[in-house]
């Protein structure tokens, strides 16, 4: 499962979001402006935002380009 966590206006979360869309890829969005979300991601590493996270992989990561790659390669 894919988890996405964004940031209300943040340019990069729409650049990887509009990517998931344009490519059908299914993902959970989990925006940080809930206080429960961000302590998720910081515990989960984040310290920028996009930061995604595959659950069933056991993979996290920040970079919007980087996170489109992975998305993109379909093996989650």
């Not at 310290?47 to 056991?58: G, I």
Request: glycine share 6%.
């Amino acid at each position: 499962m894919l988890i996405l966590y964004t940031k209300n206006g943040c340019s990069y979360c729409e650049k990887v979001k509009h990517a998931f869309a344009e490519h059908h890829i299914t993902y959970e969005e989990r925006g940080i402006s809930d206080i429960k979300h961000l302590e998720e991601a910081k515990e989960k590493g984040a310290r920028t935002m996009p930061f995604l996270v595959d659950t069933s992989a056991n993979i996290a990561m920040g970079e919007s380009e980087e996170i489109i790659a992975y998305a993109l390669e379909g093996t989650f």
